[in-house]
Each structure stands twice: as C-alpha cells, then as structure tokens.
C-alpha cells in the first residue's frame, strides 16, 4: 500500500488511478492518447469500432469506448484526463461527463453549481 | 547572479483558457474569474521577469505512462502549445531559456533530484490555461519559460514535502546561475476539485481558504499532510496544490501575500494569489 494513500479506500466514488491500473489498461488508454493527434481522430471518427479493433482492444474495452460507460472505463483504469481526450473528439464537455458520473442529468448537475450560467 | 523575485499561485482548469478564447471577459458569470488575474499580470508587467518557472502537471498529454516521470524540467529553445484533442489554441510558442534550463537541470541532478529532461514536447493547459491572462503574447511572450513537470496524475505521485524541496533546491539552482537573471515562479492547479467517479464535482471552499492561509503563515502543516489528506478534504484532483507547494519552496521562508482571489463557479474555484519574500533577517531593534 502507498503510504501517501493510507485512508483513501474510504472515500466513496473515489478510484485512485495508480501504476496496476495504468498497466492493466494501458491498450485502452494508449488509443484514448492517441485521440488527441489528428491522424487518429479521423479514422476513430469514421468508424469507432474498426479503429478500437486495429488498436488491438479486447472485447470488454471495445465495449466501454462505444457504450460511452466514462464510470466503468475510471473503474477499469483510464484516468479522466484520458476520458477528455475522447469527449473532444465526441464533442462532450467535462461537465457534462461529470453528470454522468453522478448519475444525474446535466440540468440537474447544475443545480448543485454556484453559477450555472458559467457552464 | 539570478534571483527570484516573488511567486503566483493559480488554477489551471482548462475552462479558464476556453472562457479567455471566447473573450468572456464581461460575462457576469466569468468577469470575476477574469479579475483575479489583473493584479498578478499588473505585477508581472511591472516586475518584467526575464524568466518565468512553471511547476505544472501534463494531464496525459505530453507524456504517456509507459515512462511518466515524476519530475522533469524542460531543456528546450521554445516550448509548443499541445493540442489537447480539439486543436491547438493559437498563441505563439514561448521561449525557452535554454543555458539556465540546462544549468539548472545539472544543479538539481547534483543536489540530489535526479529529475528527468525533456523537449519537443507540447505544454498542455497546465501551463497554457493560465498563462496568456497573466503575460501577453502577441506577437511574442515577453519572459523566457522553464517548465518543470510534476506527476500529479498517476500514483505513486510525490508527497508535498518532496515538492517544496523540489522549489528549495530548483531556488539554490537558479540563485548559483551567474548571469543577472529576475525570475518569477508559478505553481498552477487546484484548489479543491475531483473530476472522476461518483464524487465528480467536489468542492471544499472552507478548506481551500484555510489551505491559502497555511501556505503564507505555516506551511509545515501542509507539508505534514499525506496525499489522501488532500484527497479527503481537496477532492482526488485537489492533490495538484503540491505545484503550489514547489513554488512556495522556491520563496523565502517569510513571504506576503499581495494579492488573493477566489471564485467558484461550477467545478474547480478560480484562485489566484500573488507572493514576495518579506525581509529574510529580522527587524533590527529600533536604534534609537
């Protein structure tokens, strides 16, 4: 156990993103990494899941990439700053995400804002 | 010799660059978040710092985790801004200082922080966020840049303590460099944030107040901290103000703050603050 992170597994909705993880996904986040480099959007945009099979994902990572599920791909160990490299592409905004992962509507995320209208 | 000349902590949460592209500066929602930057860029045009050193963190955009250091600084003639996936905003390159980078590079690997060195590798909005609200950039960046990249994204991550001896020994680098150099330091990220999971949209201003006033008066309680302390009470992305604790090692011990700002909106609070050193020896007793 990191000594730094002692305590942290009782924090609710938390998932500490850390080396095991990191290499347990690391096909998945490497193809989320490339998003952010035009050559790859274009064929991810043209068809997701040609793009997701030529990099090499399992069934199960396949999967988390077309069912958009943000929630599982942060439990199976893609850091959110992966998860926005794809939402560019989607033309989804963090916010947005975020709501998702609280399993609450945009609207109602915002609502919980101090100013909304900043969104 | 060079010489630092005082620090500016900021957030570096990518809304601020995408509010200052689409010039929201008179949006009722955004004008305060605007604010708390002109009296640290008045500082900065005043001062007129030949090099600025940004404790920054990439957010997997420059680095990838097959080799993700934990600290790197950046050697480099200029420094690119990266495109994070929605193409890349439009401001110049910014300079590097090439010579001081290097020596400070040699310096740290010989104080024993055996950092990483990098180039050709584009800055995300850890820096490029903040930056353009607090130097102008056109048709060019007015200071030269020294990135040092901080892992604040993928554990094991450096504790707050290691951070601030980071900025004590990046100081004793820059005060043994022989040329007449002014130097301004910047920490960026935080204050209190999570954007991943259930507890996505966490926020805390009452610590992160109490963190802002600990980091002038008593920083040892922050640097007694453990990283799930901030997590705890900062949110899991609230664990970026250890670039916060790097530049205030970069500071004398007895600092002011000049300048404090703090907005919170919708995810991550606006904050910024604006640091110098007071008179390091202690006031003499009255001659008279």
Known sequence: MNPQLEGIENLEGTYPFDVRQSYRARKLNRFLWHLRLPEYRAPFVANE????????????????????????????????????????????TNMEIYAIFRGETFEEFLKTRRVPSAA | MARIIGGIGTSHVPTIGVAYDKKKDNDPAWAPMFQGYVPAAKWLAEKKPDVVVIFFNDHASSFFFDLYPTFAVGVAEEFE????????????????????????????????????????????????SPLPLLLPHEPQWP??????????????????????????????????????????????????????????????????????????????????????????????????????????????????????????????????????GTDEAPRAVAAE
């Not at chain 2, 990266?82 to 200082?97: H, L, Q, T, V, Y």
């Not at chain 2, 990483?116 to 800055?123: E, N, S, V």
């Not at chain 2, 916060?244 to 404090?260: F, K, Q, V």
């Open chain 1, 49 to 92: 899941e040609a793009a997701c099979r030529a990099a090499g994902l399992s069934d199960y990572e396949v999967n988390l990439v077309l069912k958009r599920d943000w929630l599982a791909m942060i439990k199976y160990g893609v850091p959110m700053f992966l998860i926005e490299k794809i939402a560019r592409v989607l033309k989804i």
């Open chain 2, 81 to 128: 801004v990266a495109d994070e996936g929605a193409g890349k905003r439009p401001f110049p390159p910014i300079k590097g200082n090439f010579e001081l980078a290097a020596h400070v590079a040699e310096q740290l690997v010989n104080d024993e922080f055996d950092i990483a060195t990098f180039y050709d590798r584009p800055l995300d909005h850890g820096v490029f």
């Open chain 2, 143 to 276: 200071a030269a840049l020294l990135p040092i990249m901080v892992n604040v994204i993928q554990h094991p991550i450096p504790s707050a303590r290691r951070c601030y001896k980071l900025g004590q020994a990046v100081k004793r680098a820059i005060e043994s460099y022989p040329e007449d150099l002014t130097v301004a330091v910047i920490g960026t990220g935080g204050l209190s944030h999570q954007v991943h999971g259930e507890r996505a949209g966490f926020n805390n201003e009452e610590w992160d107040q109490e963190f802002l006033d600990l980091f002038v008066d008593d920083p040892e309680r922050i640097l007694n901290m453990k990283l799930a302390d901030f997590v705890r009470l900062g949110g899991a992305e609230g664990a970026e103000i250890i670039m916060w604790m790097a530049m205030r090692g970069a500071l004398p011990e007895n600092i002011r703050c000049l300048h404090r700002s703090y907005y919170l909106a919708t995810s991550t609070p606006f904050a910024v603050a604006l640091y110098e």
